[in-house]
């Protein structure tokens, strides 16, 4: 029988450094404990049992030890470990940008089983290799809801009038969404917002994955949307997301 001090979970790996001669401290994401800062001890020798199911990008099951500072890992074992989806750097990279956005929006040791939902289903679609940038928007828009700011699209911000198609429409993300031409709204922070990508900001609240990965859109279009999501996502994060810069590299080489 497992002593009181252990426990196993389901986890995802988001952040991990090497420590000491042969450890690595890692935060794990785990669906009832929330975030978990944890420790490996001697996994970075060629011996360790536990060295190469320790892995980010992957589901894992890992047994634990509670610890004074941290939690000692003692077991691993991989549930899904979605080797497709490292085959491409933009997944790969794409992976990585949503752990940290998840990593930003979890608490240590708070239930979070939406979210860990939500990362893991948008591995496995980078895994059956949807495209990236719409596995992206949809899991932005998902991570929205699951902070309870879901972006407003169908009435307008300030007046909560229902917006009618034929009006110009400004993106405001401090204000929580679309706001109307009648509205005036803070003059710094207005930024127009073309009816195509408003009815794909829809799209994205109101279809499933698989919908979205058969849309056929305009570049400029999903250009305009990802734009959008991603300083909706500033704002209610409080600053943008580090892993961006790599991933706008990847996409630009
Ligand atoms: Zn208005």
Same mark, same amino acid.
């Given at each position: 029988?497992?002593? @009181? ?29 929330? *975030?978990?800062?944890?420790?490996? *001890? ?8 536990? =060295? ?8 894992? $099951? ?40 998840? %990593? ?22 980078? %895994?059956? @290799?949807?495209? /990236? =940038? ?10 929205? %809801?699951?902070?309870?700011? $879901? /972006? ?13 198609? %034929? ?8 204000? =929580? ?21 408003? *009815? ?35 704002? @209610?994060?409080?600053?943008?997301? $580090? ?9 630009? =080489?």
């Amino acid at each position: 029988m497992p002593s @009181s001090r252990q426990y196993v979970t389901d986890a995802i790996v988001l952040t991990r450094f090497d420590y000491a001669e042969a450890d690595r401290i890692m935060t794990l994401f785990t669906p009832t404990h929330g *975030k978990l800062k944890v420790i490996a *001890k001697g996994v970075r020798r060629t011996t360790s049992r536990l =060295g190469g199911a320790l892995e980010p990008l992957a589901e894992l $099951r890992v047994a634990l030890a509670r610890g004074r500072t941290f939690d000692v890992v003692t077991q691993v074992q991989v549930n899904h470990a979605w080797l497709r989806l490292r085959d491409s750097l933009e997944s790969a990279a794409t992976a990585w940008y949503l752990a940290e956005l998840a %990593d930003r929006s979890i608490e240590e040791r708070h239930a979070a089983e939406g979210l860990y939902a939500l990362l893991r289903r948008a591995y496995e679609l980078l %895994d059956e @290799s949807m495209n /990236p =940038g719409r596995v992206a928007r949809w899991y932005e828009m998902h991570l929205a %809801d699951e902070l309870g700011v $879901r /972006p407003e699209v169908d009435r307008c911000v300030e007046c909560d009038r229902t917006l009618e198609a %034929d009006e110009r429409f400004r993106w405001v993300p401090p204000l =929580g969404g679309v706001l109307c031409s009648r509205c005036p709204g803070p003059p710094r922070e207005l930024t127009a917002l073309s009816v195509e990508a408003l *009815k794909v900001l829809k799209a994205y609240q109101r279809l499933d994955a698989e919908a979205l990965a058969g849309l056929r859109l305009p570049a400029a279009v999903e250009a305009e949307v990802e734009q959008a999501l991603r300083d909706f996502l500033r704002v @209610s994060l409080e600053r943008e997301a $580090r892993s961006l810069q790599f991933l706008d590299e990847i996409r630009r =080489g």
